[in-house]
């Protein structure tokens, strides 16, 4: 499976942004997917993840309700929607798929990694 992220960028605190991670490969619209982020220093962490069928979706408390994650298997896409953006918010974006389970946390239980994109948002 390849990964490819993308959307990411500069935007003023309340402003939103749609990252989308477009996956190849044979396998990829039965994987579980994942948006991490990370900012120096600190520990990649999980903003929301969703199953292959779209149904089951996990949500880091920092995020539920201002991001959403969707999927389009159709085209192959995993959509990172985020809203009323906060300069915390800011970090390199990565998105990761695993083939077998269900949605987890641990960046450990992904198989796949998509190169990062960069959200900035100011205040």
């Known amino acids: 499976v390849q990964l490819q992220a993308s959307g990411g960028g500069l935007v003023q605190a309340g402003g939103s942004l749609r990252l989308s991670c477009a996956a190849s490969?044979?396998?990829?619209?039965?994987?579980?997917v994942g948006w991490f982020r990370q900012v120096p220093g600190k520990e990649r962490e999980l903003v929301a993840a969703?199953?292959?069928?779209?149904?089951?979706?996990s949500y880091a408390d920092s995020v539920k309700g201002r991001f959403s994650i969707s999927r389009d298997n159709a085209k192959n896409t995993v959509y990172l929607h985020m809203n009323s953006l906060k300069p915390e918010d800011t970090a390199v974006y990565y998105c990761a798929a695993r083939l077998s389970g269900t949605v987890t946390r641990r960046k450990e239980d992904y198989d796949y990694w998509g190169q990062g994109t960069q959200v900035t948002v100011s205040s």
């Open positions: 969703i199953t292959s069928s779209g149904v089951r979706k």
């Open positions: 490969g044979r396998t990829s619209s039965s994987a579980v």
